[in-house]
C-alpha cells in the first residue's frame, strides 16, 4: 500500500469564509451563506449559480432543474431563472440557525426544516402539498440532507452542538403510509462515498459506525484510540472517504493523521502520508472518477484531488 493517496490535479478555487463543497451527479456543489454553485467534475466549468442573502444548507437537483432553498425566515423551491415554484414561509431561524433543504427528483418530493418552539420539523411536500412532518430531536438549528442511498431512502442529519445529534430517514416513495422514521440517535453522517453502505460519527465524534445499508441492525465500530497506539483516547475523527474497498480517515485536533482500513475489516489501519496542500482545517470530500475535493474552512480554498489511491 502506497503512503502517497491523493495527488493534486491542478484546480483551485477561492471561495467565501464558510464555504463547503460535497460532490453533486454533474460534479461538485459548492455552497456559501450567499451563494450556490455547481461546478464540473474539474472544477472547469460552472454548471449553475445562483444568489441569495442568508442562505442555509441548501442543494440542487442533480439535473440542475431546481434549487433547494433554506433561508432565514423561509424554504424555497426555484427553477434555474430564479422563479419560485412553491414557498413555506416560517417563523424564522434563530441567530445561530439556517435550517436545510432538499430536492428529491426520483419521488418529485420537495424536504426542508422549519423551526419550532420546543423542537424543530422536517417536512416533506409533493405535488405542492404538506405530505408529511417529522418531529426532530430537541431544536436543530442546522443539519444538512443526505441524498438518496441505493434502498431509496432520504436522510435528514442534524447537529445541535452539545445538545446532541441524530439521523433521520425516511422512504419518500412511501410517504403517506404513516410509516414512522428510521433514527440513528446520537449520530451524524459523514460523507465516505460508499455506495449504500452508511458512515457515522457518534456525538462524542471518537466512533465511527459502518452499516452496510440504511436500516441494517448491525454495524461494525472502531474507536480512534484502537487505530494507533499513539492516539490518545477521545481524539475526534475529523474526515472519512472511501477508496475502492477501504477507507480512509483522518484522526486529530491540531495534528492530523490519516490512516487506512479494508473497509471490510476495521481492525487493521496503516498510516498514510499527509499530502501538502491538504492543510489542518480541511475536509476532504468523496466525488466520482476516482476524484476528491477538499475544502478549507477558514481560508475558503478548495482543490481538486486524484485519489485516495491505497
Not at 426544516?113 to 420546543?118: I, N, W
Not at 479494508?262 to 475536509?283: M, V, Y
Request: charged share 20%; glycine share 12%; aromatic share 8%.
Amino acid at each position: 500500500m502506497s503512503n502517497t493517496f491523493l495527488a493534486p490535479v491542478g484546480a483551485e478555487l477561492t471561495m467565501p469564509e464558510r464555504s463547503t463543497v460535497t460532490s453533486h451527479p454533474a460534479g461538485w456543489l459548492v455552497s456559501s451563506p450567499e451563494r450556490l454553485e455547481v461546478f464540473d467534475a474539474t472544477f472547469g466549468r460552472s454548471l449553475f449559480a445562483a444568489e441569495f442573502e442568508g442562505c442555509g444548507a441548501s442543494t440542487v437537483s442533480g439535473a440542475l432543474d431546481y434549487a433547494a432553498v433554506s433561508l432565514r425566515d423561509r424554504a424555497q423551491l426555484r427553477r434555474p431563472d430564479g422563479s419560485v415554484v412553491w414557498e413555506h414561509v416560517h417563523d424564522g431561524w434563530p441567530e445561530w440557525g439556517t435550517g436545510s433543504a432538499y430536492w428529491d427528483s426520483a419521488s418529485e418530493t420537495f424536504a426542508f426544516t422549519e423551526p419550532g418552539d420546543d423542537s424543530d420539523r422536517w417536512c416533506l411536500v409533493r405535488a405542492g402539498k404538506m405530505v408529511t412532518s417529522v418531529e426532530l430531536t430537541d431544536l436543530t438549528a442546522g443539519g444538512s440532507h443526505v441524498s438518496r442511498t441505493r434502498s431509496g431512502h432520504l436522510g435528514l442529519s442534524i447537529g445541535a452542538g452539545q445538545d446532541g445529534c441524530a439521523v433521520y430517514w425516511i422512504d419518500p416513495i412511501r410517504l403517506g403510509d404513516r410509516l414512522d422514521p428510521l433514527v440513528y440517535d446520537e449520530e451524524l453522517v459523514l460523507d465516505a462515498g460508499r455506495g449504500d453502505s452508511v458512515v457515522t460519527l457518534t456525538h462524542e465524534s471518537d466512533v465511527m459506525r459502518v452499516r452496510p445499508s440504511v436500516d441494517s441492525d448491525s454495524f461494525m465500530s472502531i474507536r480512534s484510540a484502537d487505530i494507533d497506539s499513539g492516539i490518545e483516547e477521545g481524539i475526534p475523527f475529523h474526515w472519512a472517504v472511501g477508496a475502492e474497498d477501504r477507507f480512509v480517515v483522518c484522526v486529530g485536533d491540531d495534528d492530523h493523521q490519516v490512516f487506512a482500513s479494508g473497509a471490510a475489516d476495521l481492525g487493521s489501519w496503516i498510516q498514510l502520508d499527509l499530502p501538502a496542500g491538504l492543510g489542518p482545517d480541511a475536509t476532504l470530500v468523496g466525488g466520482v472518477n476516482g476524484l476528491c475535493a477538499s475544502c478549507d474552512w477558514p481560508s475558503g480554498v478548495v482543490r481538486l484531488w486524484h485519489g485516495p489511491m491505497v
